[in-house]
């Protein structure tokens, strides 16, 4: 069981920039593909980018292209998600999970989350 850690969200305005770091407690992290999921108010925890153990296959719901960016980097078992022009829409509690292998999910190892707000 990778354990798992979100920090980096905080209250923005519109078009403005966060990077949400994940760090994960264990020594296997490479082992695994990591996704960042949201979940806003009244709606469904939906996902938002994946990215595979390597980092060299990466995916982005439609609604984030060309404005977030996952990334990691295994010598730190830390997975990012840069997000630049933001919008209200955007607002929402931001998880990451680890997958069950190297490439994909399901994604059922969670962290407890981090609140993203953007203000218009």
């Known amino acids: 069981q990778v354990q798992l850690v979100e920090s980096g969200g905080g209250l923005v305005q519109a078009g403005g920039s966060l990077r949400l770091s994940c760090a994960a407690s264990a020594r296997t992290f490479r082992n695994y593909a990591m996704a960042w999921f949201r979940q806003a108010p009244g709606k469904e925890r939906e996902s938002v980018a994946t990215i595979n153990w390597s980092g060299s296959s990466t995916a982005y719901a439609d609604s984030v292209k060309g404005r977030f960016t996952i990334s990691r980097d295994n010598a730190k078992n830390t997975v990012y998600l840069q997000m630049n022009s933001l919008k209200p829409e955007d607002t929402a509690v931001y998880y990451c999970?680890?997958?069950?292998?190297?490439?994909?999910?399901?994604?059922?190892?969670w962290g407890q989350g981090t609140q993203v707000t953007v203000s218009s």
């Open positions: 999970a680890a997958g069950s292998d190297r490439y994909s999910g399901p994604y059922d190892n």
